[in-house]
């Protein structure tokens, strides 16, 4: 039986690869896609998005959502995923046109019309935060929330503490993780390192797999690739969102896991959107100096499980089995 599934998504390049890991799974029904503003405006994700799912033969609606963070300014990220998102490739424009309706309400619609339903969060949280707040019933009616976003316990790639997704809307990142869904942090470290696709990698997808999938996944994150290697000083191409897409299809690929209390900061001058990680359990303690963990949560209990590593080679071997 397929597991079905909502994407809501800032549609860049990275965003891309793990909509088609989904549409192309056959173990995955992809219900809708929500778009929310992040790595680019809503528009410009919509029509990635569309594009992509066309790509792959599939037909699912998509919708427009929120087109600015809650109380933030926007921050769009072209200068990481080029001025379409995609890599500066201009792709055709998408044949099909984006669904009626706001994303927040497509949101709220979908998960009662569907219990169990699997959540995966690719860019900001703003659409998710907003559902949440307009009908809080909502996250206990989802299996699993799976969120690209946040550092766990570790630097962060927009600023020392904190990830692009969270510290672009942090306010409503805090709604989440508050709201009791069952929250699976993906953070972005997990793309690093022996995760990133590899020259030789990359090479396997373009001459071994060479399909029009692999070299979409390929083509359209090349300046991603560029910035990670020139900037981060990563050994190849960095896929977070892919990488969450892969913890959400196959949760067995992440080998550590545990569940701490997690909090968004929103207030700090350096540390906005940063992923505070309980990971000593130390607010959970009845001697500690202050109290300030227990403004929301009783002794500071567990509320997300912090995916700490993954299996690299099955997590490339599902993304290549949706390339074929």
């Known amino acids: 039986m397929t597991r079905k599934m909502i994407i809501d998504t800032d549609t860049a390049s990275d965003d891309a690869v793990a909509l088609m890991m989904a549409l192309r ?12 503003a992040g790595n ?23 919708y427009h959502g929120a087109e600015k963070p809650l ?18 490739m201009y792709y055709p424009a998408p044949q099909n046109s984006a669904a009626e309706g706001h994303a927040v309400d497509a949101l709220i619609e979908t998960v009662k019309a569907n ?9 900001p949280m703003t659409n998710v935060g907003l559902a949440l707040a307009k009908a809080p019933e909502v ?17 962060g790639n927009v600023t020392p503490a904190a990830e692009y997704n969270i510290w672009c809307d942090p306010e409503a990142a ?18 690093r390192g022996e995760a990133n696709l590899t020259p030789d990698d990359v090479r396997y997808c373009r001459e071994v797999i060479n399909t029009p999938f692999s070299h979409f996944a390929i083509d359209c994150n090349r300046f991603a690739l560029n910035v990670n290697t020139g900037w981060l000083g990563d050994p190849g191409m960095g896929l977070p969102d892919p990488v969450a897409m892969a913890v959400a299809i196959d949760p067995t690929i992440c080998t550590r896991k545990s569940k701490h209390y ?24 009845d001697d ?32 290549y089995s949706t390339m074929r």
């Open 115 to 123: 219990p169990g339903i699997i959540l995966v969060t690719l860019g």
């Open 25 to 36: 799974h056959p173990d995955i029904e992809v219900v809708a896609i929500t778009i929310v």
């Open 288 to 319: 500690r100096p202050v109290n300030v963990w227990r403004h929301h949560r009783e002794k500071g209990e567990p509320n997300v499980t912090v995916c700490w590593e993954l299996d690299h080679q099955r997590w490339k071997e599902l993304l």
């Open 174 to 191: 805090r709604i989440c993780f508050r709201s009791g869904m069952p929250i699976e942090m993906v953070g972005w470290e997990l793309c």
């Open 40 to 62: 680019v405006d809503v528009e410009q994700g919509s029509v990635n998005a569309r594009y992509t799912a066309e790509l792959c033969g599939q037909q699912v609606p998509i």
């Open 139 to 155: 996250a206990q009616q989802i299996s699993r929330c799976v969120v690209m976003g946040g550092a766990a316990c570790t630097v």
């Open 71 to 88: 109380i933030r300014e926007r921050h769009h990220a072209e200068w990481f995923h080029g001025k379409d998102g995609m890599g500066e």
């Open 262 to 285: 997690v909090e968004i900061e929103c207030e700090g001058t350096y540390t906005r959107g940063m992923t505070v990680v309980d990971q000593l359990n130390v607010a959970r303690k």
